[in-house]
């Protein structure tokens, strides 16, 4: 089994950057692709980025690209979301999740949730 936890969140200016953490526990994690998701205020979660068990492939969607990139870090159980150039429309609570079955960008193939952090970019 795997327990979440992000942090890291907070009130960044438009432009700005912010780097948000995932720390994971279980022995699952090294096996385990890594995601990224969102959920802006009065909207559905949507789908970030995501990482495979190795860090070797990662997806990020069209909305991020160029701007986020997710990594990880298997020796510290631990893997982030660097996010540059932010814009108002980045607010959300993002998630961090695990996929035990394989790389993806679905939330329905996710198997574990942290809680959340918020993100609030002011214009």
């Known amino acids: 089994q795997v327990q979440l936890v992000e942090s890291g969140g907070g009130l960044v200016q438009a432009g700005g950057s912010l780097r948000i953490l995932c720390d994971a526990s279980?022995?699952?994690?090294?096996?385990?692709?890594m995601g990224w998701f969102r959920q802006p205020p009065g909207k559905e979660r949507e789908f970030v980025a995501a990482?495979?068990?190795?860090?070797?492939?990662?997806y990020h969607a069209d909305s991020v690209k160029g701007r986020f990139t997710i990594s990880r870090d298997n020796g510290k159980n631990t893997v982030s979301l660097q996010m540059n150039n932010l814009k108002p429309e980045d607010t959300a609570v993002y998630y961090c999740?695990?996929?035990?079955?394989?790389?993806?960008?679905?939330?329905?193939?996710?198997?574990?949730w942290g809680q959340g952090t918020q993100v609030t970019v002011s214009s």
């Open positions: 999740a695990a996929a035990t079955k394989g790389l993806a960008y679905v939330a329905q193939l996710y198997d574990y």
């Open positions: 279980g022995v699952s994690f090294r096996s385990s692709a």
């Open positions: 990482i495979s068990w190795s860090g070797g492939d990662t």
